[in-house]
Nanobody, 120 residues
Framework: VQLVESGGGLVHPGASLTLSCTTSGFTFSNYNMNWYRQASGKERELVASISYFLETKNYADSVKGRFTITRDDFKSTVWLQMNSLKPEDTAVYYC??????????????WGQGTQVTVSS
């Protein structure tokens, strides 16, 4: 199983970035896909999620209206489009695949994370 994030970087406030998470080794279409982030000294928080099949989307209040999560089951990839970035968006962003009904050992997969830094 692999989840590989890319697209992070250093940007100015107000800029945009698109994170990608390319996956392999599991049935992507059966998994809810999530983006989490963890800022230095803080707990990891759920930023955005997209369910399998219906592609229902949910966002943290802090990113609503600025971030958009999308997925492509044929490409086994999930994206996070981030607009109007703020310094408080600075964090390591992690891709997560979650299938609550799968066997415990197959319920959660994580990427290695990609750093997003928003600074003037």
């Amino acid at each position: 199983v692999q989840l590989v994030e890319s697209g992070g970087g250093l940007v100015h406030p107000g800029a945009s970035l698109t994170l990608s998470c390319t996956t392999s080794g599991f049935t992507f279409s059966n998994y809810n896909m999530n983006w989490y982030r963890q800022a230095s000294g803080k707990e990891r928080e759920l930023v955005a999620s997209i369910s399998y099949f219906l592609e229902t989307k949910n966002y943290a209040d802090s990113v609503k209206g600025r971030f958009t999560i999308t997925r492509d089951d044929f490409k086994s990839t999930v994206w996070l489009q981030m607009n109007s970035l703020k310094p408080e968006d600075t964090a390591v962003y992690y891709c997560n695949a979650h299938a609550p009904r799968a066997p415990v050992s197959q319920q959660n997969y994580w990427g290695q994370g990609t750093q997003v830094t928003v600074s003037s």
